[in-house]
């Protein structure tokens, strides 16, 4: 389809100029990366002192954080215009937007590319590659096929989420995203296998803002862990949902927008 | 049918009333206190297609407002547009191959680009094939010079420069109907005039031109139809000639004589005309009526009088008219006849 030929083409002009900031990309891929080697410290000193939680061993953990890493790392490389929204909205930058033939959403989320996702991604798959090749569990290709389903379910949630938060800006008219930032926040507590939680807590993650079928239920499904294993095969009707939500808010919000006076 | 067309447009923008600083915004979190501004008032407009409009009106009337409701930017309060028949929200991805914009006061040049690129981008984004596209280019660039900006990236761009790469962005994709809004604010003299040539180019090929302008000297030249707005509300929509010809029927003609004449003897045989003297010796002042007498008449009658040294007419330029009718001086009604 023309709209999904044409993304590639609007997020890649971009990329000559990010290759003039090379340095920029260089401490950022580092800082990326510093951070995942950090995480993995952490875990592997807490599961020197309780080998299981709740019935997670470390290799499985890992390839919680590494599904989270891998969400985020797609969210900032291909659509990390959408944190630019508020922006955008303040300074009347939709006016364009609205009178050319290409969806507004899409032209909002590619006009800045995220490169610190590239070091995001990276990690991201090498741990959930690790995590996996430490796991009990033989490859089938229905295995494979329902790893493959529910990454990708994972990333589209993650997208659907900043989308959806980004977008409550048509909203609250303020002219940075620190709404959908803080939603963010909340969603670093579900790196935890979410078993670990108090009941209010889990709702929030489970059902509010999905965060927990980023990583916790689609891993616990793929690895067959813990006690709610079934709950992640529901992955991709969340995503489905979560993705029909955010367009529809995004939606109601583009019939608000008011441009900007000069 | 009309290509454009809008009734009863009307655009209220609610601004939320906060006190100054932080304790206003505090306060504004817990009672919030708003202020309507009507931008557009019960607009009427229809635009034929082929048809040239300036769109007039002093510094916040209600032009881009206007522009933006006609474009499909802004949702209207109430009232409704067609372009084409169209509706501009429910069909947008078709109204916007056919309409064109250009807000002079914002860019839509990507500023990390240079403009050749940002033109190839639109030109994608709109599926012009390439052919087309170089073809379009090429007549841009007779009357624009784009030849040496096209390397500059957005963000290097000088103003007239900006406008001019910004007039081919709003081109590329050849729209039947075009709004331009300002765009020949803050531009020297030698920019405006190429600008402005381009824009009788654009009418001579039958594009559909609405241009919002607060500069008059854009419009003189450009198009016959001539609507006025002050206060979100029309005050005039009819023919520039026929607005000269009822509001600027003033001449005034002046003269220089070899020798001193006494002003009564000027006056008693011009009755209807006001005559004054200049500022310098021999320098007469002669105002009429171009419907009571014609200035050949005035020049006939004072040469019996007197040897005339030298003779000029001015007549009153399109903007003293306007001016004259947003300081409440001249008062039009709907049809553009004086109350
Ligand atoms: N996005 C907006 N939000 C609030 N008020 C606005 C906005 N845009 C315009 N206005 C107000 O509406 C009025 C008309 O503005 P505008 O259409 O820009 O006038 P013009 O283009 O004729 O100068 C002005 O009073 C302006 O302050
Ligand atoms: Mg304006």
């Keep these: ?262 | 049918m009309p290509i454009v067309e809008a009734r009863g447009l009307t655009k209220v923008f609610r601004r939320a009333d906060k006190g100054s600083g932080l304790a206003g915004s505090v306060k504004h979190l817990f009672a919030r206190r708003y202020q309507d501004k009507v931008a557009v008032d019960h607009v009427d407009l229809s635009i034929e297609a082929g048809e040239a409009v300036a769109y007039v009106g002093p510094n916040g009337a209600g032009k881009s407002t206007t522009v933006k409701l006609l474009s499909g930017i802004l949702v209207p309060t109430s009232g409704e547009v067609r372009i084409d028949g169209l509706h501009p929200q429910r069909d947008r991805m078709t109204v916007a191959h056919r309409i064109g914009v250009l807000f002079g006061q914002r860019t839509q040049l990507w500023w990390d680009l240079p403009v050749s690129e940002s033109l190839a981008v639109l030109r994608d984004i709109y599926g012009v094939d390439h052919a087309t596209y170089r073809k379009r280019l090429a007549r841009f660039d007779e009357v624009l010079e784009l030849g040496e900006i096209l390397p500059v990236m957005g963000r290097k761009l000088s103003l007239g420069q900006r406008m001019r790469a910004d007039l081919a962005a709003a081109l590329v994709h050849g729209p039947r109907v075009v709004y331009l809004d300002e765009p020949t604010i803050g531009l020297d003299l030698a920019v405006k005039d190429r600008v402005r040539e381009f824009f009788r180019g654009l009418r001579d090929e039958g594009t559909t031109v609405m241009l919002t302008s607060h500069d008059l000297a854009d419009i003189e030249g450009f198009c016959r139809r001539l609507v006025i707005i002050d206060e979100g509300r029309i005050i005039f929509d009819g023919d520039l000639e026929a607005v000269k010809d009822r509001f600027a029927r003033e001449r005034i003609l002046h003269v220089e004589t070899t020798r001193p004449v006494p002003l009564e003897t000027l006056r008693s045989s011009l009755p209807g005309a006001e005559v004054t003297l200049e500022e310098t010796p021999l320098r007469y002042a002669v105002r009429f009526d171009r419907f009571a007498m014609t200035a050949g008449q005035a020049v006939t009658v004072l040469a019996t009088l007197t040897d005339l040294a030298d003779f000029r007419v001015d007549e009153p330029s399109i903007e003293d008219v306007i001016r004259r009718v947003y300081s409440g001086d001249l008062v039009l009604d709907d049809t553009g006849v004086p109350r």
Excluded at chain 1, 68 to 86: P, T
Excluded at chain 1, 218 to 235: D, K, M, N
């Design chain 1, 1 to 262: 389809m023309r709209t999904i030929r044409l993304y590639p083409r609007l997020l890649g002009a971009h990329f000559r100029s990010l290759l003039e900031y090379e340095a920029d990309f260089l401490i950022l891929a580092a800082a990326t990366v510093l951070m995942q080697v950090v995480n993995i410290v952490f875990l592997s000193a807490l599961f020197a002192k309780v080998p299981v939680i709740n019935g997670w061993t470390f290799w499985s953990v890992v390839t919680m954080f590494g599904a989270v890493a891998l969400a985020e790392g797609v969210g900032s490389l291909f659509f990390d215009g959408m944190w630019n929204l508020a922006w955008q909205i303040n300074r009347g930058e939709l006016d364009y937007y609205l009178v050319r033939p290409y969806p507004v959403v899409l032209q909002s989320s590619s006009a800045a590319i995220g490169i610190n996702g590239l070091s995001n991604i990276v990690t991201g798959g090498l741990m959930i590659g690790a995590g996996l090749a430490h796991s009990a569990i033989d490859w089938t290709p229905w295995r494979v096929a329902l790893g493959v389903l529910l990454l990708i379910s994972s990333v589209v949630i993650k997208v659907s989420i900043n989308l959806g938060t980004n977008a409550a800006c048509f909203w609250l008219s303020s002219p940075s995203p620190m709404f959908a930032f803080a939603m963010h926040q909340v969603g670093d507590l579900a790196r935890f296998p979410l078993s670990i939680y108090p009941i209010a807590l889990k709702a929030v993650l489970g059902v509010v803002l999905p965060f927990a079928f980023i990583s916790f239920f689609p891993i616990a499904s793929l690895l067959e862990t813990g006690t709610s294993r079934w709950v992640g095969l529901l992955t991709p009707v969340i995503a489905a949902y979560c993705a029909g939500l955010a367009a529809f808010i995004f939606r109601r919000g583009l019939r608000r927008y008011e441009s900007a006076g000069n």
